[in-house]
């Protein structure tokens, strides 16, 4: 079946970096696109927003404005692996961040894996 385990959330301080990582199994991962959302606080479990993608091959990337110049995704396919690189945080980061993947029609997430950018 399909996993995805989040891991790399802590606390830190405006202006630091956090490095996210998702680890996948139960599918070819390097066949697949991936995502990061993330879920702010006060928000409804369904309120993902999306944060990035990286495509299959990780040649094409995108990111939500609110990130871009900020953020970096990517992947390595021998270790199945994804990557968040998050530099110059901002208070507003603050969430719980999710990999994705749309596998055979299906929407899965990680557990998560809790931002906290607070002095």
């Known amino acids: 079946q399909v996993q995805l385990v989040e891991s790399g959330g802590a606390l830190v301080q405006p202006g630091g970096s956090l490095r996210l990582s998702c680890v996948a199994s139960?599918?070819?991962?390097?066949?697949?696109?991936m995502k990061w959302y993330r879920q702010a606080p006060g928000r409804e479990r369904g309120e993902r927003v999306f944060?990035?993608?990286?495509?299959?091959?990780?040649?094409?990337?995108d990111y939500a404005d609110s990130v871009k110049g900020r953020f970096t995704i990517s992947r390595d396919n021998a270790k199945n692996t994804l990557n968040l690189q998050m530099n110059s945080l901002k208070p507003e980061d603050t969430a719980v961040y999710s990999c994705h993947i749309l596998y055979r029609g299906n929407n899965y997430w990680g557990q998560g894996t809790q931002v906290t950018v607070s002095s």
């Open positions: 944060v990035a993608r990286i495509s299959a091959s990780g040649r094409t990337i």
């Open positions: 139960g599918f070819t991962f390097s066949d697949y696109p």
